[in-house]
């Protein structure tokens, strides 16, 4: 019996021996210390492969394009949208750069702020955005938490190119020729000179001829019919005796001595178009005044007037009838 028991000690010994040196070689490897199996830590091994950390520590670019990829300067900016992802990671900040490429155009920056990681976003140009015409490569940055910059792969680099045309110039209008300022034609002088309106108009009927019958006195000239705004001149070279208002009767009113010693009266002036003053050397087919309607008026009329002896002297004075002057004028 003792025989058999002594056989197996040197077994028993033997597997103890074996098992011994198997740990104090996986203690040796471990420094000495126990080490348990990493799972998804970074540099850690599981069964002799190497485990890759859970979180990635840089955004990654998944897509990036430019809809379309050629647009007119001055025209709405071009649809851009993106995709970036980051394992663990909600946001990152990210920003839009277009670099001019070949030397053309202008360098523009686009901050984005914080967008989400996993979604395709889409670029909100700020108001007023004008690209500058020329080429352009469309860069996507994008910067996370820990401050890892943006991952750029083969297959999706976040990168784009943009050609922005030049805006057509509008065709030139031609310019019509100049035509030539148009002279005033010159009064048209007869029998010594100028029909004083100048301008459509009318002698009227009875009750506008020198010597009517008016409310307490009568006529002392003759009505020239015609439109509101109508020029009255000067019919001979004369000097401006005086210029004035009267309200319940002449209204704006202007005197002209005349060179051959008449004096000529121009009543009913439109309010502030007399143009000459009291003591003004005038020519024949100066402008006066308009026709008007002020003062004792029914109707916008000239009320014209030729005094011999002066214009209300003394008793000497007196007022023709003009009507026979204003016809030689006219020419009628």
Do not use: K
């Not at 990152?92 to 053309?104: E, Y």
């Amino acid at each position: 019996m003792a025989g058999p028991r002594q056989s197996l000690l040197p077994t028993c010994a033997l597997v103890a021996t074996v098992a011994g040196a198997l740990a104090s070689s996986a203690d040796a490897s471990a420094g000495g210390a126990q080490v348990p199996p990493t799972h998804g830590g970074s540099g850690g091994a599981e069964y002799g492969q190497v485990v890759l950390s859970a979180r990635d520590p840089r955004p990654v670019a998944q897509s990036l394009r430019v809809r379309p990829g050629s647009v007119t300067e001055g025209t709405t900016p071009p649809r851009i949208t993106f995709r970036i992802e980051q394992q663990g990671v909600l946001t990152v900040r990210a920003r839009l750069v277009l670099w001019p490429a070949r030397g053309t155009g202008q360098v523009l920056r686009v901050g984005l702020g914080r967008v989400r990681t996993g979604r395709t976003i889409t670029v909100r140009w700020p108001r007023g955005t004008r690209l500058v015409a020329g080429r352009y490569t469309v860069r996507l940055h994008a910067t996370g938490p820990g401050g890892g910059t943006l991952l750029r792969r083969a297959r999706a680099s976040g990168r784009a190119s943009l050609v922005v045309r030049a805006a057509p110039r509008p065709a030139a209008i031609p310019t019509p020729a100049a035509s030539p300022t148009p002279t005033p034609s010159a009064p048209l002088v007869r029998a010594g000179g100028v029909f004083p309106v100048q301008g459509p108009w009318s002698f009227g009927g009875d009750g506008a001829r020198f010597g009517a019958a008016r409310d307490g006195h009568v006529h002392q000239g003759q009505d020239i019919v015609a439109a509101r705004g109508v020029p009255v001149v000067a019919p001979t070279a004369g000097t401006v005796r005086a210029v004035d208002y009267q309200r319940d009767g002449a209204g704006w009113y202007a005197v002209i001595d005349a060179v051959d010693g008449r004096s000529f009266f121009f009543a009913h002036c439109r309010a502030q178009t007399v143009v000459v003053r009291a003591g003004q050397p005038v020519t024949p087919g100066q402008r006066v005044c308009d026709v008007g309607n002020t003062g004792a008026s029914s109707g916008p009329h000239l009320h014209f007037e030729i005094w011999t002896g002066g214009w209300r002297v003394d008793a000497r004075s007196t007022p023709v009838d003009p009507l026979p002057q204003l016809r030689a004028w006219a020419g009628r």
